[in-house]
């Protein structure tokens, strides 16, 4: 945070810097007389503004590796700045007005938007995760079939074992070995728990009223579950541990697996068990979008549909906006561009984090709210 | 020379005022962040009362739902704050880190002090003192990457044997990152600080009385335990507090091996634990998406119990090992007459 601020400070006096420099190029080339140079001049004089961005450490690999770069090109006056704090800094910030976006896995909850009616969270792509496992024996191509509800047995220390008839009810013909499940979980505030938690609240009424749902949660006390930081610590507590269980963002798909772990066919409204394949996401956005409502904050866990993943997510810029003319200038043009699907929703830049780009019908909303900044 | 010596005057006001400022801002930092986290605290202290210390769950309720009120102060539904699974884990780590590093470092200081010389002496010592500098995320990814399947795999299981003398040592051992891995982990962070501290405490036995021992024909064993340990007694005390207030302060080398219990008390060796300053590490985020900011002061509160619990021990480390150099420079004293 204090790092960010002294960037911020030092990218703001090197812009005073540029724009005194601007300036006298400017001057220069009029006194030259060149019309076409005093032009182009001119629009280089315009301040350059920066953009500063915090939050998720999922949206940082886009806004850091992809966008950043991407954007000079579009719009040479605006420079971005990025930083992976994680969601609730970055929304924390957002409010405070330190930053101008503050990028979440997660839109503001009820009273945060009552305590600052000005913020929007506005969709900038569409993420998933899947549930992950170690349990020897089982091959590559072999994916368990679980429910939220055998899920949320299994975190709340309910179903014990592999073999548990819950499980293997939902895998005839798998051989499950007689050993203690290990659940884990995130530690850390993670935008993973907060879908993973929604989806075991949605599909399950025990955990609802135990746990309920949030970016970290009072988990159920489990002998011998644990704890482990980030997406990373996950896959090596998954990968070092036999027999345990627990959730991954689904950028770390490729990594986890060449691991050896292997992920889970998840039980959908409509009953059927389906893997996070890009169609599947694709066809649970598609059957979420007509709920979206205007302000865009909607769960999009367990949407019905015969081949719907049932847990993906809008990844959000919580924007004020409340923001000068200038800056509201530039942000509205860069979130524009950021939803565009000629834009920043190319697969050229989404693919590389595993992200879908918004359907159609949520851009026109996007725009509606991105409009909003500025008053 | 008039002139000189009203310029050398100013400069004496200058440096005066530098200095002055200078040497009071420690003071000013430790009352500021104390107030800070005093003040941050009083919704917490307000909610919770005593049931802080004492209860088991953590919980910052259903952020996503409506707010109520609770003993005054707006919360959302569900929340309370119990830090006894925290305080416990830090303690219980930074104790099995010093059983461990307390004989370690205080054989290796008395190789360091009494025989080794020239080369060698100064080679070990500057080890010991890089291992001090060694970054605990570094030491955390090698307990994470290392030592926590060793003690799932091998230690673990061997301890449990002892488990019907100790039944705090039976198993199950479970994934090796708990209570028992925390202290090994803990242990090798603070064995550099309590050896240098011993080693400078053992070079100051006055030589006489060493000497005096041999003479009576000690043995080495013997003049190390009857003249030099009760000689070095209060420093020695006083090297252990230190080493104990930087094991529980430790945040991340903890935070990647313990675990990261939440709800429950350890129930054996092996068991997942979290200790204060990781808890304050992991959960600060989530915290500021509570509108009601309650998490924030739970944390607040937390970090105020850890500054009180570090700074008492570190107080009377402080206390110990000076009185100890009071009595050794009175005894220099008697020599030198």
């Known amino acids: 945070m204090l790092k960010s601020r002294w960037a911020g400070a030092a990218l703001a006096l090197s812009a005073v810097i540029a724009t005194a420099g601007c300036g006298a190029a400017t001057n220069n080339t009029a006194n030259a007389g060149n019309a076409v140079q005093n032009t182009a001049g001119a629009t280089t004089a315009t301040a350059p503004i920066t953009i500063n961005e915090t939050g998720s450490s999922l949206l940082y690999p886009l806004f850091n590796g992809q966008w950043i770069e991407a954007y000079k090109s579009v719009d040479p006056n605006v420079s971005i700045t990025a930083a992976s704090t994680g969601s609730g800094t970055g929304i924390a910030q957002a409010i405070a007005g330190t930053v101008q976006i503050g990028a979440s896995d997660a839109y503001l909850s009820d009273a945060q938007m009552q305590q600052n009616p000005s913020m929007v969270n506005i969709p900038l792509a569409i993420s998933a995760q899947q549930v992950m496992y170690n349990v020897p024996g089982l091959t590559g191509d072999q994916h368990l079939k679980l429910s939220g509800d055998v899920l949320a047995k299994i975190f709340s220390g309910k179903i014990k074992v592999w073999d548990d008839a819950a499980i293997t009810s939902l895998n005839p013909g798998v051989k499950l070995p007689h050993q203690p499940i290990i659940p884990v979980h995130r530690s850390d505030s993670s935008g993973d728990t907060f879908l993973f938690t929604q989806f075991l609240s949605d599909t399950s009424a025990d955990w609802k009223n135990a746990v309920g749902f949030g970016t970290s949660v009072s988990w159920p006390a489990v002998a011998g579950a644990i704890g482990v930081k980030g997406n990373d610590g996950v896959v090596q507590a998954l990968a070092s541990n036999k027999y345990s269980i627990g959730y991954v963002g689904i950028s770390w798909l490729d990594k986890a697996t060449q691991q050896g772990l292997g992920y889970a066919a998840l039980k959908n409204k409509d009953g059927n068990f389906v893997l996070p394949a890009k169609e599947n996401i694709q066809a649970a956005a598609q059957a979420g979008v007509s709920n979206v409502p205007d302000d865009e904050r909607i769960s999009l866990i367990d949407e019905p549909g015969a081949n719907s993943y049932p847990i993906i997510n809008f990844e959000y810029a919580i924007v004020n906006t409340k923001q000068p003319a200038d800056m509201a200038a530039a942000l509205k043009k860069f979130l524009n561009w950021a939803i565009d699907p000629n834009g920043g929703n190319k697969d050229q830049y989404l693919s590389p984090v595993h992200f879908l780009p918004l359907p159609a019908e949520i851009e026109s909303k996007s725009q509606a709210q991105i409009n909003k900044i500025g008053g | ?337």
Not at chain 2, 114 to 125: D, I, N, T
Not at chain 2, 244 to 259: D, K
Not at chain 2, 280 to 299: G, P, R
Request: glycine fraction near 10%; include cysteine; charged fraction near 10%.
């Open chain 2, 1 to 337: 020379m008039k002139r000189v010596s009203s310029r050398s005057k100013i400069a004496d006001q200058v440096f005066l005022v530098a200095t002055g400022l200078c040497a009071s801002s420690p003071i000013l930092f430790l009352l500021v962040i104390t107030g800070i986290v005093v003040v941050q605290s009083i919704p917490s202290i307000r909610l919770m009362g005593w049931d802080f210390l004492t209860s088991v769950t953590w919980n910052m309720g259903s952020t996503y739902g409506a707010m109520t009120v609770k003993n005054g102060v707006p919360v959302p539904a569900g929340a309370s704050y119990g830090a006894l699974p925290f305080i416990v884990g830090t303690l219980a780590s930074s104790v099995i880190a010093l059983l461990i590093a307390v004989p370690i470092s205080l054989l290796t200081a008395m190789i360091l002090a009494y025989r080794v010389r020239g080369v060698v002496k100064s080679a070990l010592s500057i080890v010991v003192e890089l291992l001090a500098g060694i970054p605990s995320v570094v030491i955390g990814l090698w307990g994470i990457v290392v030592l926590a399947p060793w003690v799932s795999s091998s230690l673990g299981p061997l301890l449990t044997h002892v488990g019907w003398v100790i039944p705090f040592f039976s198993g199950p051992v479970g994934t090796g990152m708990g209570l028992l891995t925390s202290g090994l982990v803990l242990a090798l962070m603070v064995v550099p600080i309590i050896t240098a501290t011993t080693r400078d405490l053992l070079e100051q036995v006055p030589i006489l009385y060493r000497e005096g021992g041999i003479a009576l024909g000690m043995t080495s064993w013997e003049v190390v335990r009857l003249i030099c340990l009760p000689y070095i007694k209060e420093g020695m005390i006083g090297a252990v507090a230190l080493g104990w207030g930087r094991a529980m302060g430790e945040t991340m080398a903890v935070l990647m091996v313990s675990g990261s219990a939440i709800n429950y008390l350890p129930q054996n060796l092996y068991s997942p634990i979290s200790t204060m300053a990781a808890v304050i590490a992991d959960q600060l985020d989530s915290a500021m998406t509570d509108a009601s900011h309650m998490a924030v002061h739970a944390l607040s509160e937390l970090a105020l119990v850890l500054l009180v619990l570090t700074l008492l021990t570190n107080l009377v480390a402080r206390l110990l090992v000076n009185r100890s150099r009071g009595t050794r420079r009175a005894g220099m004293g008697v020599k030198a007459g």
